[in-house]
């Protein structure tokens, strides 16, 4: 939707628009508003009506008890009541004023202001409309409640409900209009039931902006739950002295019947064709759901006693309006529930059973039904864990997933966040808007999120004026006038960049999953946990098993090789020249067995804790793996090229193993009669180095890929090409330990790209 925000238009508006509602000093002319001292009830400040209205100049009854005012026993039942701090004993009253020909009847009420001033409001009794407050309730009870009996079937059917109530609620008051009023999530308004004479226009459907009721207003429709205009073209009547004498301060009017309207908001209603106003407030937990407004075409006052029962008439149709809400979000609530519920328990059955797997919860959420789609009826969603991306429907492409991380641990601070429209926060968002103008996001940590989106849905909105020219200022002399906007007709707009709204009962599912989540992710990690610490001390173990067992088949095998040859030099007249055969294949496979011990022996040692984290010159350690393959490079004249190599954190000895294992390899499988062409080059990337070994050799089968880097496997006979077929696994291990990754692409008889990545943070 649409916002209109005033800092951004007008520096000094939103000031200036609070200014004018709170601090407002004047009161409405019909009544007559005291301010008083305590416990004396002396006359501070008074209202310069007093004359016009009961015939006593403001000036004389200034200084003067209030029993100069009204009869004694009168005031004495006032005195006895605020002692107690019981405006309840005291409200509300009929009092009878002296004047110098007859007695007035008013009706009497007393308010403590937020500044702490005594307030005594009086109204004068409208005899003709006068009408018991007992009666009304049960007159308004019995409305209501024939308003629920034709509604039993319409449940969740919110508009046919508040088309009963405003038609009751102008039937109660006698206005000419009235409207149910909805405030949205962005502060915008709908009018959502109507009912009117036939000569009023109709606002039924229209939106009207934020900026029509701004927060100044809001925060007083919060503390005055029953708002009366009288007169939207009366004089407001300034207090006498204009500041309180005991503060030097005006007196805040804040919660006071009589406080006149902004001359803004006067201005509004009069442009409406309004000439007198009630408006009864819809509270949800403290915060405005909604407004009933009634509309008069001529001035029109409301005693004391229907403004009572109106209040509590907005409670009572509040109380039905939530229930409407609630029985329409059951259904709903319930399919969520117990979607979440199988979830949730799939995702316990999965960790449990897949306790080894860092991301088995996310196999739960993800690979079955109901999943994080049906969950919130989302179009997409990814979640990101353990640092790999896993999506289902329509979502983002990974490059940016992750842009969209990095904007919400920079700008969300909220466990569960909420939007419908993604690209109103973040203009770059405007690039995906197609499958994520809305999103949901739950945090499971700074690096792991549950990510739901909403694609953008175009609708149209019917407005009750333009929403971007909502008012009018005017700078006269230096000095901010506001002036309401004078056309409510229809303006229609095609609302871009937003989704469907999520819901609250969406907002409150993902709370509930969140929980879930990281109760099965803490759990997870303490299995982990004591799964690590099982396998540190297997691990160690194995290490002590290896070094033991490779030194006590060294002397054995050292010792066959010694007497073998021995046998072979001794009686080398008597064998013939088969048995001298069988002597050389008997040590050459001595000598295998011997290469293949000391390699299983490296493999052994190679771990995350033997790595010495340090600065690593990567052309250095490339350097030297060169040193080592002299022999090879020589007797092929293989050409090995390199790039200018950067310099990482990394351990030098293992980048060494590295290069060497797979340099000799490709040197190993050059094509027959040619010289070996090796490259070695390296590319910056975002959060990583990639390093690639290139060779022109004789290729690799792509069935064969997974197979070359397990322990001991071969593709080719010791006959065709030695080794013991652990050089490759080898080197995954060392990238491993390094937090990489290492893969391989080929083609038979085209060479082959050995590529592995190094972590810009490897460390741990």
């Not at 019981?86 to 009092?95: A, G, I, M, T």
């Amino acid at each position: 939707m649409i916002g209109t925000n005033f800092d951004t238009l007008y520096p000094d508006l939103t000031n200036l628009e609070r200014s004018s509602i709170n601090t407002l000093t004047k009161v409405q002319s019909h009544g007559v508003l005291l301010v008083l001292q305590e416990p004396d009830l002396i006359v501070l400040q008074v209202s310069n009506n007093t004359l016009a209205t009961f015939g006593i100049a403001p000036n004389r009854l200034l200084g003067q008890p209030l029993e100069q005012i009204l009869d004694v026993f009168q005031v004495e039942k006032f005195r006895a009541g605020l002692a107690e701090q019981n405006f309840e004993r005291s409200n509300y009253s009929k009092v009878w004023l002296r004047n110098p020909d007859s007695y007035s009847v008013f009706d009497a009420v007393f308010h403590r202001s937020p500044d702490g001033a005594l307030i005594l409001e009086l109204e004068p009794t409208q005899k003709d409309e006068h009408i018991p407050f007992l009666s009304f309730y049960h007159l308004a009870k019995t409305s209501i409640l024939r308003g629920r009996g034709a509604n039993e079937r319409l449940t969740a059917d919110l508009p046919a409900f508040g088309k009963n109530v405003v038609a009751q609620v102008r039937e109660m008051t006698g206005f000419d209009r009235v409207l149910l009023y909805q405030f949205d999530d962005d502060g915008h308004g709908e009018v959502i039931a109507e009912d009117k004479v036939a000569q009023m226009e109709s606002y039924l459907g229209l939106h009207f902006p934020a900026s029509d009721i701004p927060p100044p207003a809001r925060e007083m429709f919060l503390a005055n739950q029953i708002r009366v205009i009288s007169d939207t073209r009366e004089q407001a009547v300034e207090m006498i002295p204009a500041q309180h004498p005991l503060t030097d301060r005006p007196t805040d009017l804040t919660l006071a019947n009589l406080r006149s309207a902004a001359p803004c908001h006067s201005e509004y209603l009069q442009n409406m064709g309004v000439g007198a106003s009630l408006t009864i407030s819809l509270l949800r937990n403290g915060h405005l759901w909604g407004i009933i407004a009634c509309h008069h075409q001529t001035p029109k006052s409301v005693a004391y006693e229907l403004r009572k029962a109106c209040e509590l008439l907005g409670q009572v149709i509040f109380a039905d309006i939530s229930t409407i809400e609630q029985i329409g979000d059951f259904s709903y609530r319930s399919k969520l529930a117990h979607d979440r519920s199988v979830a949730i328990d799939r995702m316990s059955q999965f960790s449990r059973g897949e306790a080894r797997s860092k991301t088995s919860f996310v196999n739960g959420l993800m690979g079955y039904e109901p999943n994080l789609l049906d969950l919130f009826a989302a179009e997409g969603a990814a979640v990101y864990f353990g640092g790999e991306w896993t999506t289902i429907g329509q979502t983002p492409p990974p490059a940016e997933l992750d842009y969209l991380v990095g904007w919400l641990n920079a700008n969300v601070q909220d466990e569960v966040f909420s939007t419908d429209s993604l690209a109103a926060l973040d203009p770059a968002a405007e690039r995906f808007k197609d499958v994520a103008s809305g999103l949901l996001s739950i945090s499971l940590s700074p690096q792991s999120y549950i990510l739901c989106f909403r694609p953008e849905v175009l609708r149209a909105i019917n407005w009750g004026g333009d929403p971007h020219h909502p008012f009018q200022v005017v700078e006269t002399a230096g000095n901010l006038s506001v002036y309401p906007r004078k056309s409510f007709q229809l303006w229609k707009e095609i609302v871009r960049l937003h989704s469907l709204l999520w819901k609250t009962v969406e907002i409150e599912s993902a709370i509930e999953l969140r929980s879930a989540v990281v109760k099965i992710v803490l759990r997870q990690a303490e299995e982990l946990a004591l799964l690590a610490t099982d396998l540190v001390r297997s691990n160690a173990e194995l290490k002590k098993f290896a070094y033991v067992a490779s030194h006590d088949l060294q002397e054995p095998l050292h010792q066959v090789a010694s007497y073998v040859q021995l046998l072979g030099t001794r009686y080398s007249k008597e064998l013939d020249r088969d048995a001298q055969e069988f002597i050389g294949l008997a040590v050459e496979g001595v000598n295998l067995m011997q290469n293949l011990i000391d390699d299983v022996l490296v493999y052994s040692k190679l771990d995350l804790q033997g790595i010495e984290w340090e600065p690593t010159d990567v052309g250095i350690a490339l350097n030297r793996a060169l040193n080592h393959l002299r022999g090879p490079i020589r007797e092929t004249g293989a050409i090995v090229t390199s790039d200018p190599m950067p310099t990482i954190v990394a351990d030098s000895t293992q980048l060494t193993q590295l290069f060497q294992n797979l340099i000799g390899n490709a040197i190993k499988f050059s094509k027959p009669d040619t010289v070996p062409q090796v490259d070695v080059s390296v590319v910056q990337r975002e959060n990583d180095w990639l390093f690639a070994v290139r060779a022109d050799g004789i290729g690799i089968d792509p069935k064969y890929f997974d197979r070359i880097f397990v322990i001991f496997q071969r593709l080719h006979t010791r006959d065709e090409y030695s080794g013991t077929g652990i050089g490759l696994t080898l080197c995954k291990k060392i990238v491993e330990c390094h937090h990489g990754k290492i893969w391989v692409t080929s083609e038979l008889g085209q060479g082959a790209t050995f590529s592995f990545t190094i972590p810009f943070k490897s460390v741990s």
